[in-house]
């Protein structure tokens, strides 16, 4: 399964931004698609994850409330709406699916996309 992320970009703070990620196959609905981002010298963190069947997602604490995850099936995409964005997420924002399920660490996915930038400037 190959995975491209897309949609990131320059925005204000308490700006908006929607990111993409397509997938090239089908997979199950027991797959979980998830966004993970990465800030210049941390480590990758979990942003949050949704089934390919949208029966049920989580987020982190820091997006919650702010961040919302969906997906189109028919077009084997999921999207990471992000309204009142912050400087603080700025970042390299990376989708994953795999098969274990709502997991909140990036070892609990197989396959990785690209990478998309995504900078607030306050």
């Known amino acids: 399964v190959q995975l491209q992320a897309y949609g990131g970009g320059l925005v204000q703070a308490g700006g908006s931004l929607r990111l993409s990620c397509t997938a090239s196959?089908?997979?199950?609905?027991?797959?979980?698609m998830a966004w993970f981002r990465q800030a210049p010298g941390k480590e990758r963190e979990f942003v949050a994850t949704?089934?390919?069947?949208?029966?049920?997602?989580i987020y982190a604490d820091s997006v919650r409330g702010r961040f919302t995850i969906s997906r189109d099936s028919a077009k084997n995409t999921v999207y990471l709406q992000m309204n009142s964005l912050k400087p603080e997420d700025t970042a390299v924002y990376y989708c994953?699916?795999?098969?274990?399920?709502?997991?909140?660490?990036?070892?609990?996915?197989?396959?990785w996309g690209q990478g998309t930038l995504v900078t607030v400037s306050s």
């Open positions: 949704i089934r390919w069947s949208g029966d049920s997602a």
């Open positions: 196959a089908r997979t199950a609905t027991y797959y979980a």
């Open positions: 994953a699916t795999g098969r274990r399920g709502l997991v909140a660490v990036s070892t609990g996915y197989d396959y």
